[in-house]
């Protein structure tokens, strides 16, 4: 665990020893203040990380700390300890944006959990600061959308391996974006006045797959009228984008292989050896490991495709990008249809942050098609989008402070239909410290 910086207000002398002692065996720097006033003073001349701040002290309490201490630094982790606990305290620490709170009397590792969980918190904060300011202008790359750190760094990966002759294997859930990754890889690469081929493996019937590769001779068997050619001669000089690699038989999987290692082929019927030269890109969005342990795909033909290998990061993982791929689909589909719907109102756009996207960008094309064409007026709704769900379901009850917060918010989001904005306004918070403590509680909307 990395070190921080920790600034102690308690006007109790064994809780500051306690605590002091603690973070300090723990490895962090380590200062305490016997009163808010005291604390401000030094907070003047130096910077902390985290302030550990006991609610109940006399003159200013720690609420008042609280309210000092963001004015002047917002970003500085603030947790309350109280032994007074109620949930009106809670509500109002949390309003004035404290990160949480330590209940009397709590146990050490738990101080060093929380922590621990901070100083992550705060790195991963200053990374996406670093990130945003690096990758403010690349929110399109190619056909893809994103300004996630996921996703820049899909994009970076694609500029490093696509000059190269590599095999590549991208996996990823259905309606991630691989086949858009893969066409980046071509379009990027030297290749790219070649021909980019795509064979869907999950989507041709494997008794013709055999000729949709290979291509077929004239006469070879009932239905070959003429000689044509297959994907792998089509394929010829630039790229083979084998997609759902997984689905394909096993009898199939060791004819490719055959072709991938020495690059010479057969048409059925044939007897003219062919050679051919592209490059491959595959998809699947099967675990192939789990299917070579069930003997349903060839470790060889594994080894042979996974010599690059990324994944591509469902959407869920980068709800940050799906206000750009919203506008994006709603711009393509309100030109396609001729209708003057012009922007996405703020609850429905809460809608599909809250939303876990099973079927990924795929879905959230869909629910936008499906919103223009059934829209009225110029702005999307909520009642619009597939994905409404308007149902209640009261909230549980809990005793710890943590879980009355939990539970508060999930009641006043229930309450309000999950309306972001009036449940931050009723809640006193703004809709970003929302979102984040939707996230931080795994609260979901109820099915």
């Not at 720690?62 to 917002?74: I, Q, T, Y």
């Not at 949930?87 to 990160?99: D, H, V």
């Not at 050490?108 to 992550?120: C, R, T």
């Not at 009225?376 to 879980?403: A, C």
Request: hydrophobic fraction near 40%; aromatic fraction near 6%; charged fraction near 30%.
């Amino acid at each position: 665990m990395d070190n921080a910086k920790i600034l102690i207000v308690d006007d109790e002398i064994i809780m500051r020893e306690s605590l002091s002692g603690w973070l300090e065996r723990d490895g962090h720097d380590v200062a305490v203040a016997a009163s808010g006033e005291e604390a401000l003073v030094i907070l003047k001349d130096s910077r902390f990380d985290i302030l550990l701040v006991d609610i109940k002290m006399e003159e200013m309490s720690g609420l008042d700390v609280l309210s000092r201490v963001k004015e002047s630094d917002p970003d500085v982790a603030v947790v309350m300890i109280t032994a007074y606990g109620s949930i009106s305290t809670a509500i109002e620490a949390m309003k004035n944006g404290a990160y949480d709170y330590l209940l009397k009397p709590f146990d050490p590792e738990a101080l060093g959990v929380l922590i621990e969980k901070i100083i992550e918190h705060q790195a991963q904060a200053r990374e996406n600061i670093f990130l945003r300011e690096q990758y403010k202008d690349r929110t399109r790359f190619e056909s893809m959308i994103g300004q996630s750190r996921p996703m820049q760094e899909i994009f970076d990966l694609i500029e490093d391996v696509a000059p190269m002759e590599s095999t590549v294997l991208i996996s990823g859930e259905t309606g991630t974006g691989k086949g858009l990754a893969a066409k980046a890889i071509h379009t990027k690469s030297a290749r790219s006045q070649g021909p980019f081929v795509v064979v869907n493996c999950g989507a041709i019937p494997s008794h013709i797959m055999e000729s949709e590769l290979f291509g077929h001779q004239k006469g070879a068997f009932t239905d070959a009228k003429e000689t044509k050619k297959g994907r792998l001669e089509m394929a010829h000089g630039g790229t083979l984008f084998l997609d759902e690699i997984g689905e394909i038989s096993m009898r199939m999987q060791i004819d490719l292989l055959q072709v991938l290692e020495d690059r010479v082929f057969y048409r059925v019927g044939g007897t003219q050896p062919l050679e051919t030269y592209f490059r491959v890109i595959a998809a699947t969005n099967r675990n192939v490991e789990d299917a070579i342990k069930n003997g349903i795909f060839r470790q060889d033909l594994y080894y042979r495709l996974n010599v690059i290998s990324f994944n591509m990061p469902p959407l869920r993982e980068r709800k940050e990008d799906i206000p750009l791929l919203a506008e994006h689909f709603l711009h393509r589909f309100s030109q396609e249809t001729n209708k003057p719907i012009e922007k996405i109102s703020r609850n429905a756009m809460d809608e599909m942050m809250l939303y876990e996207w099973p079927g990924n960008v795929r879905e959230l094309e869909n629910a936008i098609e499906r919103a223009v064409v059934v829209g009225k007026g110029p702005t999307i709704m909520p009642e619009s989008l597939p994905i409404f769900r308007p149902e209640h379901i009261p909230s549980p009850k809990n005793n710890s402070l943590r879980d009355v917060e939990k539970a508060h918010i999930f009641e006043i989001l229930n309450e309000n239909r999950w309306n972001i904005a009036k449940s931050a306004k009723m809640l006193g918070i703004d809709r970003s410290t929302l979102y984040s403590k939707i996230k931080r509680y795994q609260l979901s909307r109820p099915a």
